[in-house]
């Protein structure tokens, strides 16, 4: 039997055992809240939580007609609604037990925005912020200020660095702990830099003792390393506790609770997960934001995996290499390759008729019904991220847009995550996972 010894997380001592946050509506109040009335710390999420009506029920989200800023305001109000209802969900089922923590996707446009609306609502209610996907460099501040305190989620020594000398220096009372997420096995977004191999993954004890390392240097001898990814069984993991190079630790869960049956999502999907078989969870890059992230391999993954197959490059410009003329879509006469000619004709008799530009001088090949799909989530965008590939959407840019060409071989993540954290087909929808 493990000694598990209490560590004080969040200004309180609890076992130092944690539960993911993992949005959309995979982690809530009801899963936060179980774990933290066992006095360990939960974490829901706070990327599109629920919230309630009157009578309990879910107010399901509402796509309205407006213009894509004002349902990006939409969204955002009711993001802050439902971190409240959520908070208050979490609090009353812990008991005032444990900790609760709640999630923020730093590249959600607007996350500040939300955090502060939720943090001033919520007073009381929420312990921890923990915040990865991105640099969350203001993290730091505005946890501060609520006097909450903060969890950066990194994927090496490297990322906390450079987030400790740009701004997390300024404001070392509210610093909980660091994440340290294995890119290689954890699930949802990863931190694979371009330095890192995805084919390659590195065992995590010597990034973690690097971590450490760097944290002493800047006397953080007393803040835990909270490790993520890959967590399963604790007797895995035995090297790492009461190791003194690696100091305060504590153990971060993301996919195991999901089939749990206090996990809010539903009973289709815990069956597709006790049914996984070795391999069958991927590290792909298709999610709009640019990440690398793992996720069941599924009808859905395996579109974007087959479109991305089919993908042929071009020019507009004749060639040597790119020689045989080629026309996208009745409009545009561009060349390609020889050896690509079979392969473009094939996808078209298929029914892949539907030929689409990629911003990097590519096509792939769609259905007429995965295309008109494909301009229904465009037109439906409420403007989730900061910048979406799939759609062009930038919340900074005066325009609205990245300005460059809406790249098909993504997908509308906000669609499918909210859809299948509501009940929705599990072979059609994105379902993020561990390995
Ligand atoms: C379905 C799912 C959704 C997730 N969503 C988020 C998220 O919104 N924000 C985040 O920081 N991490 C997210 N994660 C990562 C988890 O919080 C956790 O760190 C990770 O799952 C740990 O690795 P494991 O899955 O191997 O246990 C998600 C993970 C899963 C499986
Ligand atoms: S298209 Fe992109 S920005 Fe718009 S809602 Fe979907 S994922 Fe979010």
Known sequence: MLNLKPIMISGKEVLPLIEGGKGINASDGRSSGAWAHENCVGTFSGVSPDFYD???????????????????????????????AQAQVAHEISGGRGRIHMNMLWEMADSQTVLEGVLSKAKGLINGITCGAGMPYHLGELASKFGVYYYPIVSSARAFNIL????????????????YEDPWLAGGHN???????????????????????????????????????????????????????????AFQFGTRPMITKESPISEAWQKVMLHVKKGDVILQRFSPTGFFSSAIKNTFLEKLIN??????????????????????????????????KE???????????????????????????????????????????????????SASSPTK???????????????????????????????????
């Open 54 to 84: 009157k009578a309990g029920n879910v107010v399901s989200e509402f796509i309205s007609l407006k213009s894509r800023p004002e349902r990006h305001q939409e969204m955002i109000e009711r993001a802050i609604k439902g971190g409240v």
């Open 164 to 179: 400790w000398k740009r701004a997390y220096n300024q404001f070392t009372e509210f610093l909980g702990g660091v994440v």
């Open 191 to 249: 931190g694979l830099s371009n330095a890192e191999n995805p084919e390659q993954p590195e065992t995590p004890y010597n990034r973690v003792i690097k971590l450490r390392q760097l944290m002493n240097e800047y006397n953080l001898q007393e803040i835990p390393i909270i490790l993520a990814g890959g967590i399963w069984n604790l007797k895995d993991w035995e090297d790492y506790i009461d190791n003194p190079e690696i100091g305060k630790v």
């Open 307 to 340: 479109r991305k197959n089919g993908e042929v490059a071009f020019k507009t410009e004749q060639d040597e290499e790119f020689s045989v003329p080629f026309t996208i879509n009745h409009h545009k006469n561009v060349f390609i390759r020889p050896s690509d």
């Open 343 to 393: 392969k473009a004709d094939k996808q078209i008799n298929a029914g892949y008729t539907e030929i689409q530009e990629t911003p990097d001088q590519t096509v792939v090949f769609l259905t007429p019904k995965e295309l008109e799909e494909m301009k229904e989530d465009r037109k439906n965008c409420v403007g989730c991220l900061s910048q979406c590939q799939f759609s062009t959407w």
């Open 401 to 435: 847009s990245t300005g460059k060409l809406p790249d098909p071989r993504t997908y509308c993540i906000h669609k499918t995550l909210y859809e299948v954290g509501h009940g929705g087909s599990v072979k059609d929808h994105l379902l993020f996972a561990g390995h």
